[in-house]
C-alpha cells in the first residue's frame, strides 16, 4: 500500500475525550478527594495531587514525567482489586457526571453506525468501566504493567495517552480498524489536546479551557456547549 492510500481509505470514527468532556468533572482530582475522604493519606496520594497540579501548569515533558512517577506510585497494588474499587468508585462519584451533550453525541455517532471510542488521559481501569457503562466501542488510555502475580510493578506500557501520545494511539487503533481520522470525529476541553485536533477532520470543542477558545475562534472549529444550564460543576 503506497503512503498516500493510507490515509485516503477508510470510515469515520468519533473520539472523546473523558475528563471535562464526556463527564463535567476531572476524574483524577475527583479520586484524589475520594482518597483523601476514605483516611487514605498516603503517598500514593501525593503524588497524585502534585500530578494533578503539574497537568495545568507545567510543561509536555514535566507532565509525562508526572504520569510516570504517579503510575510508580501504585507498585505493588493488586490488579483485580483495583479494578474493583475503581468500579465502586465509579458507579459512586463519576457515573451521574455524564454531560447531556454528551450523552446525546454518542447516540448520534451509534445512529450513523460510527465507532465510538474513549480517548482518555485517565488510567486504562477507568477508561474500561466507562467503555462498557455508556456502551463505547472501545478506548484508549494509559496503560500499566501488571507482573504474573497480578501485582502492578509501577511501570508504563505503551505510550502516555496525553497530548502528542493521543495522536500516536488514535493513529494505530485507526490503522488496525479501518478508520480514517480525515473523515473522523474528535470532541474535548483541553488545549493539551492540539494535536489530536489537528489529524481529525472534524475537530469538535466541548466547553473549552481559554486557551483551546481562542484556538477554537482562530480557527473557526464548532464549540459546544454540553453542560446543563444548572451544573453544580461549574466552578470545581
Ligand atoms: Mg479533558
Not at 467503555?131 to 502492578?152: N, P, R, S
Amino acid at each position: 500500500m503506497s503512503g498516500h492510500e493510507l490515509g485516503g481509505a477508510g470510515r469515520p470514527a468519533a473520539f472523546f475525550d473523558l475528563d471535562r468532556t464526556l463527564i463535567s468533572v476531572n476524574s483524577a482530582k475527583r479520586y484524589i478527594q475520594n482518597e483523601r475522604k476514605q483516611g487514605r493519606v498516603t503517598t500514593r496520594q501525593m503524588f497524585l495531587s502534585a500530578f494533578y497540579l503539574m497537568l495545568y501548569h507545567f510543561s509536555l515533558a514535566d507532565i509525562k514525567e508526572a504520569y510516570r512517577r504517579a503510575a510508580m506510585s501504585f507498585r505493588g497494588k493488586d490488579h483485580a482489586e483495583l479494578t474493583a474499587s475503581t468500579l465502586t468508585w465509579f458507579l459512586e462519584e463519576i457515573a451521574e457526571t455524564i454531560q447531556p451533550g454528551g450523552e446525546s453525541a454518542l447516540q448520534e455517532h451509534k445512529a450513523q453506525g460510527h465507532p465510538c471510542v474513549l480517548l482518555t488521559g485517565s488510567t486504562s481501569y477507568l477508561a474500561k468501566i466507562v467503555t462498557d457503562h455508556w456502551e463505547l466501542d472501545d478506548w484508549l488510555a494509559t496503560q500499566f504493567v501488571v507482573d504474573d502475580d497480578g501485582k502492578m510493578t509501577g511501570e508504563i506500557d505503551g505510550p502516555i495517552c496525553y497530548s502528542d501520545g493521543k495522536v500516536v494511539l488514535a493513529t494505530e487503533w485507526a490503522k488496525q480498524n479501518g478508520v480514517d481520522l480525515k473523515q473522523s470525529y474528535f470532541y474535548t476541553d483541553s488545549f493539551s489536546d492540539l494535536p489530536m485536533l489537528e489529524v481529525v477532520g472534524f475537530p469538535r470543542i466541548v466547553n473549552p479551557d481559554p486557551r483551546l477558545r481562542r484556538m477554537a475562534n482562530r480557527r473557526g472549529w464548532p464549540i459546544l456547549d454540553w453542560q446543563e444550564v444548572e451544573s453544580q460543576e461549574a466552578t470545581s
